[in-house]
């Protein structure tokens, strides 16, 4: 019996019975901090199709993330302060939406990908990874002046957005919300891999120049992967915005980027549940060492450490033992 499957089972398993319990407990905290596992893992998951199947190592995720987060907050500010998002050439109300946001956000995150991507994928390795932390700061240096959404300090919505038939302010409800956009994104994830593009793109990791002997234009494959990596990561944004209330452009600093990219690693990069994984280990640690000590992101060095040296294929790599599926 496969063992990956199993284990990607016992993973959702476990991120659903952990609010489940918590709200049986009233335990409402522990439900917030399910919900933004499930996000971050989202996050995860659209970087897991640039660096797991197509070999992008991009440090500037972040940019997608927090364009996700300010999409939210351009949208839905207005309604919050009773004022048009325009009003030239016409009065153009904002929404409290989430399918209407998520859309934006996804649309955003997508266009900005297609610009940096087009431009970064003219280098590879080590000039591919600065050129994408550049852009993504560049992007934070602009949200740190933009005194309309708050510039350094960011901006608070007062009001969580709206999904039809569910009340997002109950916590266990915007839970399950998170997790079924995470479910869409991995089945998508799942189907892609498998698809002739997520074979072609998976060749193109491997060996460009084959894949460019039979007729199909690595950097093509690279691209449009690298614009749907940007789509999902900015949806992720929106929705952690969403669960803070909160905009920030720390959402685009360098350090995000980091941490999502530990998210891969450390559950496994290429994996469809490995960014789940990643996610889920990172909030346990920050919430059961973090007021502990500042310090804790130490042991969660060591833990990265530990996984890049001995586990090449992540937790699951290692629990599984075997290559990863799409090999």
């Known amino acids: 019996m496969r063992r990956e499957p199993v284990l990607n089972t016992l993973i959702l398993l476990a991120l659903l019975a952990v609010p ?20 971050l ?6 970087l897991n199709l640039a660096l797991g199947l197509g070999g992008m190592v991009s440090f500037g995720h972040a940019a997608f993330f927090g364009i996700g987060g300010y999409a ?24 409290k939406s989430m399918p209407a946001i998520w859309l934006a956000a996804m649309a955003a995150g997508a266009l900005a990908a297609l610009v940096i991507g087009a431009l970064s994928l003219r280098t590879g390795g080590v000039y591919f990874i600065m050129i994408t932390l550049a852009f993504a700061q560049m992007l934070y240096y602009f949200a740190v002046s933009w005194p309309a959404y708050g510039g350094e300090d960011g901006i608070s919505i ?9 009340d997002t302010l109950n916590p266990l409800q915007f839970f399950g919300l998170c997790l079924g956009v995470l479910l869409l994104a991995l089945g998508a994830m799942h189907l892609i891999a ?31 992967a690298f614009v749907i990596s940007g789509a999902v990561t900015a949806l992720a944004g929106a929705l952690f915005a969403d669960l803070n209330r909160f905009v920030s452009p720390s959402m685009l600093h360098w350090q995000t980027s980091g941490e999502i990219m530990v998210f891969v690693i450390l559950g496994g990069a290429g994996r469809l549940f490995g960014p789940v994984a990643g996610a889920a280990i ?22 990265l450490l530990g996984i890049v040296l001995f586990a090449r294929g992540g937790l699951i790599g290692a629990l599984a033992g075997r290559a990863v599926a799409h090999d």
Do not use: C
């Open 20 to 39: 489940l319990a918590a709200q049986a407990l009233d335990e409402p905290f522990l439900v917030t901090l399910a919900t933004k596992a499930a996000i």
């Open 41 to 46: 893992a989202l996050a995860g998951v659209g």
């Open 72 to 95: 939210m907050a351009v949208l839905a500010a207005p309604v919050q302060a009773y004022e048009p998002l325009m009003t030239w050439p016409m009065d153009l109300p904002g929404t």
């Open 158 to 166: 007062y009001v969580r957005n709206g999904f039809p038939g569910l």
């Open 194 to 224: 498998r698809s002739r593009f997520g074979l072609a793109l998976d060749g193109a990791r491997q060996n460009p120049d084959r894949v460019a002997a039979l007729g199909l234009r690595p950097a093509r494959l690279k691209l449009i």
């Open 282 to 303: 990172f909030v346990l640690l920050e919430h059961l060492l973090g007021g502990v000590s500042e310090y804790w992101k130490l042991f969660l060095g060591l833990a």
